[in-house]
């Protein structure tokens, strides 16, 4: 039982800590997951993840893996695909029918698989999956066609695949005599049915059970959690694999809907989701024996690179025939299909299958799905970000700011950040003081901030900071609030509250409810426009190793207001009467000074 705890809490450790490693290192959190694996498992021999589990880690990995199927049709809306649907379903269908017959002559002619190996391999290989893609594209910050397109492929080829890789497999034992024809064909309708309509079904009646006030808001999310297990375990029982078809069904029917309590259980399953993410892949690459690694050959490497430079590119091309995509797109696309966690699950369920019904180089699945992981991991783990930005489809080129409220103040700002390379969106759902934006030539969106419409239409991923400046301060607090989990909390700001009556009550506003304070309490938004329509203008200075923090702060004159930091790595900070540090050689800062010092700074320079 000690070893068991022990285990799980290493299994943990090592999972988070690699993800948050590689958040602080900017690398691909996949990639230190499968070294964190590899180190305390083949490496150093400290966890033995079979040893300790037994006949439980497969059913524990699959339901895992249910989870995050789960989890990813619950991200996958409608709207967001808008522009993109045509080439969702081409490059799902005939991309995937394109992979699978390149992957299976690849896996018997170069790889010298049997056909029956061959076969399934090469159905299990059509999954990209979503454990791989997410974490890339949340580095990456494609733009939006292409990370909605690399997003809705992973998710739906995963239940595709393993489905055809069940009926290559009941194919070859009906082959064999194992059972009829008929058997099989009433296996497939019914796993096909309870997959999909079942999944549409419970989904539906959740739906019920919520509008209708029928559950209660604290037993929402452990409800779903629940039936997402039992609905998988279902639909297994009547055809293997079938339980990916129906979680993935019950979680996009789920996301599209418009359920008021869908937000918590999307960050709730965002959470967990990278936990199990993070564990299984520590305990799948634990899992892996050097003597098996030993056993890789040249022609499962000739296979890798094929794989890796040939079918995916070509069958990409093929499934993206007349789908209103440009060259670049295709070709990011076609690069980009890292294989994860169900490729590996999958392939050690059927690894041992084959090998029981008589097929000998069955077990090689095993070795060959984990080489596979590592190879495609690594390659586009590490390319994602330059070969995108040299397609010019990353919009992570450089710091971005969302400002939420139309007025003097943040027109001024948006237009001194837009001369310094900075983008920045203004959004005001009043039309009017929209005009200020409009007429500065800025780019802006007319619409409600904390509609679904907006979150939908907008390219958040293009910036990295929001500004809450309008001239109400409850509803600044509830946008802070609304985009904290999405951008981060450290990320949204909104003018400073009016001092509280107590230290304690200060203490409890910030932390429950609103984003951090920018500037002071005294610089409200009606003191910042009474500045800007008196004149006052926004200057940027730079320091350099002659002219540095403390000369910048000597020059600035009393009355004057910093309001923003552009560190050298382009990460903006907006002030809050305070700087922590001091601000290093190459930085940039936004004052608001009187117009009489700028005259004055003009004049001299």
Known sequence: MDDVVIALALIGVAGVGAQWVAWRLSLPAIVLLLVAGFLIGPATGVLHPTALFGDLLRPTVALGVAVILFEGGLSLNFQKVSGVEKAVRRLVLLGALSAFLLGALNAHYVAELSWPSALVF??????????????LL????????????LRWEAILADPLGALLAVFMFEGYLVYHGEHGFQVLAIRAVAGLLLGGAGGWALARGLIWLFVGGRVPEFLKVPLIFICVIGCYALSDVVLEESGLLTVTVLGLVLGNSRLASLEEL???????????????????????????????GLQDLAFVLILLFVIRPVSVW??????????KERLLVGWIAPRGIVAVAVSGLFASSLT?????????????????????VFAHG?????????????????????????????????????????????????WGKLRLSRNAGLDNYYGEVLSEDVENALPLENYSVLLAVTDNDDYNALVATNFGPLMGRGEVYQFAPPEEQSEQDRFRRVVTLGGRPFLTPEHSFYDLESKVRDGWIIKASELTETYRWTEFSKALPETAIPLMLIEPNNKLRPMNGSVSGTPAVGSKILSLVPCEYAAEREKRS
Not at 266 to 281: D, G, N, P, Q
Not at 318 to 327: E, Q
Request: aromatic letters at 6%; charged letters at 15%.
């Open 382 to 430: 590490f390319t994602i970000v330059p070969f995108s930005r040299w397609l010019g489809l990353s919009s992570h080129a450089g710091p971005g700011l969302l400002i939420v409220g139309a007025s003097r103040f943040s027109v001024a700002l948006a237009t001194k950040l837009k001369a310094l390379g900075v983008s920045t969106l203004t959004v005001e759902r009043n």
């Open 318 to 327: 093929v499934g993206t025939i007349g789908a209103n995509l440009s060259w």
């Open 356 to 376: 029981e019904h008589g097929v000998a180089d069955g077990r090689r699945l095993a070795v060959l799905s984990f080489a596979v992981v590592v190879a495609t």
């Open 266 to 296: 999307r960050r709730f399953k965002e959470a967990i989701t990278i936990v199990l993410v993070s564990s299984v892949f520590i305990v799948l690459t634990a899992s892996v024996q050097l003597s098996s690694l030993a056993q890789f």
């Open 122 to 135: 090469a159905a299990i290989l059509i999954v990209t999956g979503p454990t791989v893609i997410i974490p």
């Open 138 to 149: 949340r580095q990456a910050r494609l733009e939006r066609r292409v990370a909605s397109l």
